[in-house]
């Protein structure tokens, strides 16, 4: 399967809709894409994502319910590599120091202790 990285802007958001709701129809997609598309447009877009391996579909009655092939979390290690490597040259410290950068205000002292532990735990596991 290829990475987000050849996702258009609407595929990317219909994969966000999808990934929030864990299955969805194209009805519901269309419900809450911003500015959206003509159904029809929506349906096309939910057989693109299919043929490149994003989604997989179930029948419901008349209906396909769409489904992401990879699961959430899978994805998002996925973006997360991708993003390492086009924006931090590979590098996990210099991704976390950005990381903290931006969300320095917003953590708790709970969030520190998490992840301190977190990087203790990967260090006594060799990584």
Known sequence: M??????????????????????ATAAQVLELLPAPPSYSAVRALLKVLEEKGHLTHKQDGPRY?????????????????????????????EMMAALLGISEEEMSGKDYDRLSALIEKTRGEGR
């Open 2 to 23: 290829k990475g987000q990285k050849n996702l258009s802007r609407r595929e990317r958001q219909i994969m966000d809709i999808i990934y929030e709701l864990e299955e």
């Open 65 to 93: 319910v769409f489904l992401p092939v990879l699961p959430r979390e899978e994805a998002g290690q996925n973006a997360l590599k991708h993003l390492m490597k086009t924006f931090f040259d590979n590098s996990t410290e």
